[in-house]
C-alpha cells in the first residue's frame, strides 16, 4: 500500500486548489489554508518548494 507524508498530501491538495481556480484569479496561500483546514504557516512552506521545484509560479504583493 502507497501511504504519502503529510506534506506530500498538503501539497497535492494545494495544487488540486491552484489547478482548479488556473483560468480564474490567482489564489492566496491564506484561502488554500482556509478551504483545505491546512496550517497557513506549513503550507507556505510546501508552497515555497513547490515553488523551488518550478511546479508553480507566485507573486508578491496582496493579490500574490
Do not use: C, H, W
Amino acid at each position: 500500500m502507497l501511504t504519502l507524508s503529510l506534506k506530500t498530501k498538503y501539497g497535492l491538495t494545494a495544487m488540486l486548489a491552484l489547478a482548479d481556480a488556473y483560468q480564474s484569479t490567482p489564489l492566496q496561500s491564506r484561502s488554500i489554508a482556509e478551504t483545505a483546514g491546512i496550517p497557513q504557516n506549513y503550507l507556505e512552506q510546501v508552497l515555497s518548494e513547490l515553488k523551488k521545484s518550478a511546479l508553480l509560479q507566485s507573486f508578491r504583493g496582496s493579490q500574490g
